[in-house]
């Protein structure tokens, strides 16, 4: 939208006596908050499945100093992003969480901070001698606290990043943080539980093989009684050609599930040999959100045995967020090389470029009509946006599945620029706060984006938000309602796809006609 | 005596100021980078990314995209500073030994050098003004933000003094830096007896002095920023460094 009909707009409904804040309005600084914001933390169980210690060692202290002495001779960014930043202040209205809580210390900086200034206190000669000089101060079990309540008050969604003049992501040090916290058997529940459940079972919901096997033959029910043909939803089929990873959230939660539909249907009407993989049944790596480069690599290659023992030739990832920064540009890293899969396609490839294929080169023919009941916005999702690519261009990220919604629906439009593309903000649930005990900054973190949807939906009659993320479709679901929006606002991004894609054998509405047709 | 003094001084705070920088570059260069995460979207390309790193550099662009205030005093400020240390190169070269092209452009710098010093306070004022005013950024300000910032205020003032106000005797100067150049070792030429001059030098030495060890690593650290010097390619190129290798042989510890 030029900025001419925005200010347009803006009179207009100024005239209309509605006003609308800025989807990135400033809040007023509320200091500490959130500070007690505490989410549950993990039993010694879920620490020693991970390979963490189960209980706080008595000379804690020094093993968290240890820990940061060794991630800073382990990763580059930890060690120049901490002595890098200059407290330009570029990045202090950046976060959601500040935007919506106003507590100074979900800054980016001031979250850094939190770290920085005990890295100062023991690892450089100011920080050593004239510590109030420079902001350093000792580790203490408040600090501890401190760190255990704002790192996880932090999607890793790396908006701070794109604005920073070095670049120094927040994320960074928040998987450092809790990393380092890990160390001390101070983790997080929701996340490392999730963990251990992948690496037992497969997957972060903790389906078991029969389980999935079960649910997809009722899919296939169900598929079969919309649409008339058999579309099946193939489980650990050996020498299929491609395998699917996809988030389990799509076996499980709306609307989820009708974009895994929506897969289905294109691999159907492509007539593609697939499979799902009970081993491999999570597309998901929260090893990443706790910054542990082995539980990451664990997960990772539950894929690659998978794809050795079905014998695939091509890996694609479903619709998910996180996932696909660990796929796209981790995963070569952690689990490859891959140089046993059909060298003519990127490994892995997203869902969204696959379908984006099959449309530009004319395979898929879309009925956009049936999505014509609503107005569709996309909500990039910013581990897709700020640390991934589709296709071969800097960009394809966000045009691709732009074009896969637009190749479906007749109606669409694009939220305000600074809320969009690089500059996305994430839906607050994202890189570990998925969990009801972090509810209140899930909230308050998803405040910007829910004015941005308002926007759109009071000034261009946008209905419906897509998204390719199974975190923040799960967390819109949760945060719509609270912003007085119909929870069933969210859509997949395949979910349209599903709606609208014909079908070449479905049987037409006018049975006899179609049947004599097939028979010539 | 002062001039012994300021002698040695200079010869210790440019030894601590190469070799701690040069040390620092060096812990940046070992510490391996064992994940791509260039911010996307990112070049593909490396010179794409030198491109990238260029825009950054001399543009300041993540900066300009992020606030516009704290980049038009951030930007005056750094190319200020870039052309008064241009204009100072004339006080520590010798022309018998500097081609003339490039003593022809040092001459042409000077009078723009000159201004530049205003630009460079000015800018320094602004940021000093939001860190007092705008409560985000007093509230993430240690103390040091401020002293440095007073400190290159008061580098800057007091080179401006002696510009415009109470001139040194800079053929005197520029002797004391050449016998300091050409290592005339205790056989320095006298610095000129100047009260601006000295606190100038001593201001300017505090600077090279905490260099290595303050946030004016940002300098050094920008080049080194995972998240802008990354090629996006991780697809194509598989990106493993030595530890992660050491887990795939199960050689090697964590």
């Known amino acids: ?65 240890d820990k940061m002495a060794d991630l800073r001779t382990r990763y580059r960014s930890f060690r120049v992003y901490l002595d890098s930043c200059v407290k330009c202040g570029a990045c202090t209205d950046k976060c959601h969480y500040y935007l919506g809580s106003g507590d100074p210390k979900n800054m980016p900086v001031a979250r850094q901070d939190l770290m920085r200034s005990v890295y100062r206190r023991y690892f450089t000669l100011p920080g050593k001698y004239f510590p109030w000089l420079v902001g350093a101060r000792d580790l203490t079990e408040d600090v501890l606290d401190e760190w255990y309540n704002y790192y996880h008050q932090c999607s890793q969604c790396r908006r701070c990043s794109v604005y920073c003049p070095y670049g120094i992501d927040t994320a960074e040090i928040s998987m450092a943080a809790r990393e380092i916290m890990d160390s001390i058997g101070k983790g997080q529940k929701y996340c490392n539980e999730i963990i251990a459940k992948v690496h037992s079972i497969g997957n972060n919901l903790g389906m078991p093989a029969k389980a999935i096997l079960a649910t997809m033959e009722d899919f296939e029910e169900e598929l079969e009684e919309d649409t008339g043909i058999a579309i099946k939803l193939p489980v650990d089929k050996k020498g299929a050609d491609i395998l699917l990873v996809t988030p389990s959230a799509d076996f499980f939660a709306e609307p989820h599930i009708d974009g895994l539909f929506g897969y289905a249907k294109v691999f159907h009407e492509l007539g593609v040999d697939w499979t799902l993989s009970t081993t491999a049944s999570e597309a998901g790596n929260f090893g990443m959100f706790i910054g542990s480069y082995e539980n990451m690599r664990k997960v990772s290659l539950r894929i690659r045995e998978a794809a050795l023992e079905l014998g695939v030739k091509r890996i694609v990832f479903g619709e998910c967020g996180h996932a696909w920064r660990v796929g796209y540009a981790f995963l070569n890293t952690l689990a490859g090389p891959w140089d046993f899969l059909d060298p003519r396609y990127p490994v892995p490839q997203h869902i969204c470029e696959f379908t984006n294929d099959a449309i530009e080169n004319g395979e898929l023919k879309f009925d956009k009509t049936k999505n014509d009941h609503m107005t569709l916005t996309f909500h990039d999702s910013c581990n897709v946006a700020r640390a991934t690519r589709m296709g071969d261009k800097p960009g394809g990220q966000f045009e691709i599945p732009r074009a896969v919604i637009k190749a479906a629906c007749n109606n669409y439009h694009d939220m305000e620029d600074d809320t969009i593309g690089e500059a996305t903000v994430c839906c607050g649930g994202g890189g570990g706060i998925l969990t009801d005990d972090l509810m209140d900054i899930r909230v308050k973190g998803a405040q910007p984006r829910m004015r941005a949807l308002r926007k759109v939906t009071e000034e261009h009659g946008v209905t419906n938000m897509a998204a390719i993320c199974a975190i923040c479709k799960s967390q819109f679901a949760k945060v719509l309602p609270k912003y007085d929006f119909n929870m069933e606002a969210i859509q997949s991004v395949h979910q349209l796809v599903s709606n609208a894609i014909i079908m070449s054998d479905a049987p037409k509405e006018d049975d006899t006609k179609s049947k004599s047709k097939k028979e010539d | 005596m002062i001039t012994t003094i300021f002698a040695l001084a200079f010869y210790f705070a440019t030894i601590l100021l190469i070799v701690g920088v040069g040390y620092r570059i060096y812990e940046y260069t070992i510490v391996p980078a064992p994940l791509k995460i260039a911010t996307t979207p990112a070049p593909t390309t490396t010179t794409g990314v030198v491109y990238r790193m260029f825009r950054e550099v001399a543009l300041f662009e993540s900066l300009f995209k992020a606030n516009k205030w704290i980049w038009i005093f951030g930007y005056m400020f750094h190319v200020g500073l870039l052309l008064v240390l241009v204009r100072h190169l004339r006080y520590f070269l010798d022309p018998r030994f500097v081609p003339g092209i490039v003593w022809y452009g040092l001459e042409l710098i000077q009078p723009i050098g000159k201004y530049a010093g205003f630009a460079m306070i000015a800018g320094l004022a602004g940021l000093w003004a939001r860190r007092v005013l705008v409560n985000r950024v007093r509230y993430i300000s240690s103390p040091s933000d401020h002293l440095m910032l007073a400190l290159l205020i008061a580098i800057g003032a007091s080179g401006m003094i002696m510009q415009y106000v109470n001139p040194t005797d800079i053929t005197s100067l520029k002797n004391f830096f050449m016998s300091l150049a050409y290592f005339n070792l205790f056989d320095w030429q006298p610095l000129p007896d100047n009260l601006f001059l000295m606190g100038h030098l001593t201001l300017v030495l505090t600077l090279m002095i905490i260099f290595p060890y303050s946030k004016l690593l940002h300098a050094p650290g920008i080049f080194f920023s995972p998240s802008r010097n990354q090629v996006d390619n991780p697809r194509e190129v598989r990106h493993i460094v030595p530890w992660a290798k050491s887990l795939e042989d199960g050689s090697g510890k964590k």
């Open chain 1, 1 to 65: 939208m030029s900025d001419l009909d925005k200010s347009e707009l803006d009179e207009a409904l100024a005239g209309a006596g509605i006003e609308l804040p800025d989807p990135l309005e400033m809040p007023e600084m509320k200091p500490g908050a959130m500070g007690d914001l505490h989410s549950f933390e993990a039993y010694p169980q879920h620490e020693t499945d991970l390979g963490f210690p189960g209980e706080r060692p008595d000379d804690w202290k020094e093993v968290v100093i």
